[in-house]
């Protein structure tokens, strides 16, 4: 890797912790290509290329994910859930939801957990991270 990739990967990395770290917030292409110093169509071209995704369906993995938390915890309607992690169209994060994870949110809602329980933070993090099939993270 030369040294411009090395920087382009760096700056990526502060975008992709900016969808980290404020996932609940609105936040556009625009944003986090300011954050990582580029254009925002050369921005979208290298965030795809180094992390597999684009970054929309980078946020809406980090969305999801949150949500599976807060639904795994029962105290949360599907649509509590929806506006705490920053979506605002319960259809489209239903959408999302099912296509990332497989089965609708209410039905993620009402399914036994008591197994991840058990699991350590960072190990239950891992396993119920929602992931498309052809995602290259």
Known sequence: MNAEQLSNLAHLRRARDLIDREYARPLDVAQLARAALMSQAHFSRQFRSAYGETPYAYLMTRRIERAKLLLRRGDMSVT?????VGCRSLGSFSASFTRLVGETPTAYRRRDHASLAKLPGCIAKDV???ALTNSRI
């Open 80 to 84: 509590e859930a929806c506006m705490a």
């Open 128 to 130: 119920t991270r929602p």
